[in-house]
């Protein structure tokens, strides 16, 4: 594992976080998010990239420069799960990478239209939904412990 950081992506409307529809994504900004995310990896020595985009070409973009200067990918990629090929096809051609997928709302509790991702199926480090923010944490560490243990004398969250 090389010192390369871990890519933490969000998608379309995460910027509004905390204010946006409070009863299904709680009320933790996305500065909360990314703060959770940089203390989480902490333990294992890895640093968080977090960043955000409502627009999926430049998701797209992100993803494919991970390929060559990140370790893993963390992404929540909101309403994109369910109608991106292009967000697939891009951490498709991640091989090697970790991928975590994260939701903050349980999507198979909502809407027949969220049920499916087609994200999932590159998700090769696994899917996190219905936990809140704390998923974001679960997602990380998951992805830290697949590339390194934590440091010595450091305990992980």
């Avoid at 697949?146 to 305990?155: D, E, I, Q, Y």
Wanted: charged fraction near 20%; glycine fraction near 8%.
């Amino acid at each position: 594992m090389s010192d390369r950081p871990l890519l933490v992506l969000n998608g379309p409307n995460l910027n509004l976080l905390g204010k946006r529809e409070p009863a299904i994504y709680g009320t933790d900004t996305l500065a909360d998010v990314v703060r959770l995310c940089v203390e989480t990896a902490a333990p294992y020595g890895v640093t968080v990239d977090a960043r955000q985009s409502n627009h999926e070409g430049q998701l797209i973009d992100w993803i494919q420069e991970a390929r060559e200067e990140h370790a893993g990918i963390v992404i929540n990629p909101a309403a994109y799960s369910h109608t991106s090929v292009g967000l697939l096809d891009a951490l498709s051609a991640c091989d090697g990478l970790p991928v975590a997928e994260v939701h903050i709302s349980n999507i198979h509790r909502r809407e027949a239209f969220r049920h499916h991702s087609y994200v999932s199926a590159a998700a090769s480090a696994g899917v996190i939904v219905g936990c809140g923010v704390q998923g974001y944490a679960f997602a990380v560490e998951r992805v830290c412990r697949l590339l390194k243990a934590p440091l010595s004398g450091v305990s992980a969250p």
